[in-house]
């Protein structure tokens, strides 16, 4: 749904200020409604939405990334019932367009047959529709912490407005959504950096600014999302961030919603002609009447710099409302927006009360009709940038937990499991100085020893440099040095992170996976504050040509920065295997047989596997065959004679030309990579077919395999770089049933030395009697003509192709193979997608493209129909 908000009693203010009140009064929901006809409107529309069980056994991030019926047919909402997964589909594919209308299942064929325009005035559809935050509501009350995290981060890369607070009527509380937004991470440039070029990367929750707050007493006719939404954009990149009045359903009755608090962020890019704020604000905006939700007003008033309250009627000798507007007690300065074109509009009991309250003319702004909404607009723009640039109150989201106890306000991370893991996580993470040291201390195994041991696997079996010496004697040599690597790796103690990690991941339940993404998000943030260190070091040094010796030695710095959780998986398996070196008795080997298991158990339930180490460019294969072995058993431990049936689809491509989001946006998954860096190796990451879904596809799990960049500058400087491409793509290629060969268009001059690489890996195929399936996709391609245009382009692709296999067939001895789709199935007109860029706009307040979103949708169609036919 084009999320993000207004309140559904606001009015456009060019309607007659009667019928607004009217309309008003038919669709507001009254907030001062009793407890229980509170309850019944949440247990009715989850009825309503199929989410009564859900509000219990809440929904999880595996089952709605599962791939059913759904995920292939284009079938509109028709029962209220479809809303929640239609909405759930769309915004895990970052598509902006999920609105939440429900399509009528039969004609309307009133309008045709007879003339009846009292009818046409009076009747009103807001009944029969549901309003986009009531599904917004229902839905995180009825998800689990970890899908909640997914649709808030999902959610801002759309530009819509999260949840900060969340009501629930079942209780009669709010909860501050703190894990919600843990996983947001942006990037920005104030106007303090735009001449240097910089840019500032850091966790949302984890940032300090400004927040500014908007609300409204009583009645409002103006339209305060609305506004807002306006406030929040420049003329050419209007984007509906807020739900308001005037979007489609927003003028449905809330019935769960009203209470709801709402954030986003105006992020500058440090473009003076293009930015609204030079400084980065926080934005909330709470769902009805601060008189019926004091709570949340409070909070708001404790936390922002500035709270605007709109309103239309004030009662200056309402005791409740100077009370409501006092500066007393409060952080925040608190401005009055009022509209005078209202009939309910009354200036002397607003100088009143702007005496009682001592305000000055600088906190009270009016919509007048001498005004259009562009100048209302612009100088309520105007007071904001004031603020922003004065106020000294800025807060993390992260400090506001204090403020939320005091208030007797929830918050999500206070459940036993998330504080237990995060306690252990930070045993773990909190002494990290030097990551390269700490490699090397707590992660012993890995590094120099496993990157030796690679290259005597691989001489063991290419025994290039064997010269004259006897083959069986210079195996036997390598085996020697093997031996002697893995005692190596044996004589080390377990160290204390990895003892804490294997703990961490052993725990109970929801535990290990509240464990792991702790993990995931404070290794990323140390990731990133040495990875900023280093760039301003190299930034300086490169200022000066005579340091190449000290830009070298930062950019190996900048190579090694990278910690993740892969690598504490990488020192696991190197743990294991080392450990099978070690007689089947001894008790330091029995002790770690369980850890392909717990591997297992953690890929099952979605998290990534590396499959190819990313740094020393091997596969741990005893590790990841004894990890498969095990989740074969988890999956079927009954019909072990039964063979559980995968399909593979695998993407490559050049370095940073969006394999990773590619494969994000179209599954609706997180592949794990580590902080400002590319994707290095290769991670496999499993999705459940739903039942109905198992029988088309004839399979019970469907594989993604991510891949590094081919082409990596940082691997070009070494002389095996081609042959590391060339093994990557055979790996992942004869892995897969579908490979999607990713082409941004701004690197198409690198496209031949891919596709050289890439018709290698296929040919190889074909020897063991494989023949996968092959899709092009050219990214960064707009245009509507775009595949009629390049029908030329095409045709010369295929050229290309049949040369270069005919080149590669030569050098493999195969000269029967004469074209491309002898060793792969391939169709120019089927075969390549055109994919627009993915932003629609300038970052960072540019949404996501909705063509890249829909483009993507239309590849997976296709991926999904071309595994139906295997």
Not at 145 to 162: D, H, I, N, Y
Not at 433 to 453: A, C, F, N, S, V
Not at 456 to 470: A, C
């Amino acid at each position: 749904m084009q999320t993000g908000g207004k309140e559904s009693t606001d009015m456009s203010s060019s309607e007659p200020d009667n019928l607004k009140t009217e309309v008003q009064k038919s669709t507001q929901a009254p907030e001062d409604m009793k407890d229980e006809n509170k309850m019944q409107h949440l247990v009715s529309l989850l009825e309503e939405l199929d989410l009564t069980q859900c509000n219990t056994d809440k929904l999880s991030l595996s089952r709605i990334l599962e791939i059913d019926l759904k995920t292939i047919t284009d079938e509109p909402a028709r029962r209220k019932s479809d809303l929640p997964w239609y909405f759930l589909k769309k915004v895990m594919m970052l598509n902006v367009k999920c609105t939440s209308e429900c399509e009528s299942n039969s004609d309307d064929e009133t309008g045709s047959a007879y003339l009846d325009l009292d009818n046409m005035i009076n009747h009103s559809n807001t009944e029969d529709m549901v309003n986009p935050l009531d599904i917004i509501t229902a839905l995180f009350l009825c998800s689990d912490g970890f899908l909640q995290q997914e649709m808030a981060l999902k959610m801002s890369m759309c530009q819509f407005s999260v949840p900060l607070l969340l009501p629930n009527c079942d209780t009669e509380q709010c909860t501050l959504m703190l894990w919600a937004m843990r996983d947001i991470v942006k990037k920005y440039r104030p106007q303090s950096l735009s001449q240097s070029k910089g840019f500032i990367e850091e966790r949302i929750v984890l940032s300090e600014l400004p927040m500014v707050s908007f609300v409204r007493l009583g009645e409002c006719s103006l339209s305060k999302s609305e506004i807002l939404n306006k406030l929040l954009s420049n003329d050419q990149q209007y984007h509906n961030t807020f739900v308001h009045h005037n979007m489609e359903c927003g003028d449905s009755p809330r019935r769960i919603s009203n209470g709801l608090t709402e954030i986003t962020w105006y992020l500058p890019g440090g473009n003076t002609n293009i930015d609204i704020f030079g400084q980065p604000v926080a934005v909330a905006n709470l769902r009805g009447d601060i008189a019926s939700f004091e709570t949340q007003y409070s909070f708001l008033c404790q936390t922002s710099a500035a709270v605007f309250v709109f309103f239309d009627h004030l009662d200056s000798e309402s005791e409740s409302v100077i009370s409501l507007l006092k500066s007393q007690n409060k952080k925040a300065q608190i401005f009055l927006v009022g509209n005078c074109e209202s009939k309910r509009f009354n200036l002397d009991t607003v100088k009143n009360l702007a005496t009682k309250l001592c305000f000055s003319n600088n906190n009270i702004i009016f919509k007048t009709k001498q005004k259009n909404e562009a100048h209302f607009v612009k100088d309520l723009r105007k007071t904001v940038r004031n603020v922003i640039e004065k106020s000294e109150l800025k807060m993390k989201i992260e400090k506001m937990v204090d403020v939320a106890h005091e208030l007797g306000i929830l918050v999500d991370e206070d459940s036993p499991e998330c504080q237990t893991a995060k306690k252990n996580a930070k045993t773990i993470t909190a002494g990290i100085q030097d990551i390269h040291k700490y490699k090397e201390d707590e992660l012993p195994r890995q590094g120099q020893i496993w990157k030796t041991l690679t290259s005597l696997q691989k001489e063991e079996f290419r025994l290039q440099n064997v010269g004259s010496k006897n083959v069986e004697n210079y195996r036997s040599d390598l085996q020697k040095q093997k031996e002697e690597l893995r005692q190596k790796q044996n004589s080390y103690e377990m160290s204390t992170a990895m003892t804490n990690f294997i703990t961490g991941i052993s725990s109970p339940g929801t535990e290990r996976f509240y464990f792991l993404k702790w993990m995931r998000m404070n290794l990323d943030n140390v990731s990133h504050v040495k990875l900023s260190e280093l760039r301003e070091k190299y930034k300086e040094k490169c200022k000066n040509s005579e340091n190449k010796e000290e830009i070298k030695e930062i950019d190996r710095q900048i190579s090694n920065s990278s910690l993740g959780i892969e690598h504490f998986f990488r020192e696991m398996g190197q743990i294991y295997e080392a450990s099978l070196s070690l007689p089947e008795t001894d008790p330091s080997r029995q002790q770690l047989q369980h850890l392909p298991k717990l591997c297992a158990e953690l890929l099952l339930d979605g998290f990534p596997l590396e499959l190819v180490d990313g740094d020393a460019s091997n596969i741990p294969l005893r590790w990841v065959s004894d990890v498969l072995s095990q989740l074969s058993d988890l999956v079927s431990p009954k019909k072990k004679g039964k063979k559980r049936k995968i399909l593979v689809v695998t993407v490559l491509g050049v370095q940073s030309t969006g394999k990773s989001t590619l494969l994000n946006t179209m599954f609706g998954v997180q592949f794990a990579v580590s902080s400002g860096r590319c994707t290095r190796g290769a991670f496999m990451l499993l999705i459940k077919i739903n039942e109905d879904m198992k029988n088309v596809l004839n399979c019970e799990f469907l594989v993604i395999i991510d891949t590094e960049g081919l082409k990596s500058p940082e691997l070009a400087q070494l002389d095996n770089s081609y042959e590391h491409d060339n093994e990557l793509a055979t790996l992942v290629v004869g892995l897969s049933d579908v490979t999607i060969v990713n082409i941004a268009m701004e690197n198409s001059t690198e496209m031949k030395d891919i596709l050289q690489i890439v018709v290698h890996a296929f040919l190889r195929m074909k020897e063991v009697g494989k023949k996968p399936k092959c899709q092009f996709v050219h990214q960064n391609v707009s245009d509507v003509s775009a595949h009629e245009n390049n029908l030329r382009d095409r045709k010369l692709l295929l050229d290309q192709l049949n040369e270069m296999t005919q080149a590669a067939a030569k050098m493999e001895k195969k000269e029967e193979n004469k074209n491309f789709t002898d060793v792969m199935e391939y169709s120019p007109d089927t075969g390549n997608w055109y994919i627009p860029g993915l932003w629609n706009g300038n970052p960072p307040m540019a949404p996501v493209n909705a063509g890249y979103s829909e483009a993507v949708y239309e590849l997976k169609k296709n991926i999904i129909q071309l595994l139906e036919k295997l």
